[in-house]
């Protein structure tokens, strides 16, 4: 890790939707292979913040630096940043018209102009990974919850991203469905992916997390590791969230 040298550097991103405020002064850096786990309440701007970094919202001042790319800057691909960076929704977003395997091997194939024998080659290596190699013909439909789940992150992998982000990728999921999914996101954390994930999992934030971010009203009121934040957490806002929620 070089501390000089983030692969995630936000800093004093403000971001307003209309004359609304969603992003504050709000400043971050995830070095490579960290893993930050961003909590708050709903509407506190978890999804905004993600979506930033992955270009899916543009920010209005401030600015974001993702493995050496200032966003900001025109001249860069905006294709090329997102090739970097996987995001795995809430509500699995599969193309269900399309198995499983053709699901893993559009963007590889048609993005990256991966030769196809190539694309399903390590498509097949990652339905393995999640658990699913025998679904690789279904379609969504015919898929549990967490079955899709696991898809999508497959899918994200797919194109060898250097960044997943994640928001609140088990919020959808019936309970029993919750584990299997957190159970991949465990895997990749061990080996060494950088991931930014949005979750109540508080379980898997104590695990798993080099450090929590606790977002509210649109800034960072709280950084710290999950030991400290959630033995002894600093501010009252804090405090009051995590009494209404552990
Ligand atoms: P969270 O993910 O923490 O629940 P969001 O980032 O989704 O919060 O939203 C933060 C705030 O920004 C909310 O008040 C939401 O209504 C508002 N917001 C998000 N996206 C838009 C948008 N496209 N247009 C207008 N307001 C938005
Ligand atoms: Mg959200």
């Known amino acids: 890790m070089n501390a000089a040298n983030p692969i995630i550097s936000i800093r004093n991103v403000n971001k307003f939707f209309g004359t609304f405020q969603a992003l504050a002064d709000v400043s971050l850096t ?4 960290q893993k930050v786990v961003v909590l708050g309440p709903s509407g506190s701007g978890k999804s905004t913040l993600l979506r930033t970094i ?12 993702v493995d050496g790319r200032d966003l900001c800057d025109p001249q860069n691909d905006i294709n090329r940043i997102r090739e970097e960076v996987g995001m795995v929704f809430q509500s699995f977003n599969l193309f269900r018209h399309k198995t499983v395997l053709d ?5 590889p194939i048609k993005l990256k102009k991966e030769p196809k024998p ?15 190699v025998d679904k690789a013909a279904s379609y969504p439909v015919q898929l549990s919850g967490g079955q899709q789940q696991r898809v999508a992150i497959a899918r994200a992998l797919a194109m060898n ?21 957190l159970e991949v996101m465990v895997t990749l954390a061990r080996e060494g992916m950088t991931m930014v994930v949005v979750t109540h999992e508080m379980g898997f934030a104590r695990e798993v997390a ?16 999950p030991d400290h934040f ?17």
């Open 210 to 225: 080099d450090k929590v971010v606790f977002m509210d009203e649109g800034r960072i009121i709280e950084i710290a590791a």
């Open 118 to 132: 190539q694309a399903e080659k390590r498509a097949m290596e990652l339905l393995d990974k999640v658990g699913l």
């Open 230 to 246: 959630f033995d002894a957490p600093e501010n009252d806002r804090t405090k009051k969230f995590l009494e209404q929620i552990l």
């Open 54 to 65: 992955n270009q899916l919202e543009e920010i209005s001042s401030g600015s974001i630096v």
């Open 161 to 181: 991203p250097k960044i997943m982000l994640f928001d609140e990728p088990t919020s959808a999921l019936d309970p029993e469905m919750i584990g299997e999914v």
């Open 30 to 33: 995830v070095e490579t292979g």
């Open 103 to 107: 699901n893993l091997t559009l963007a």
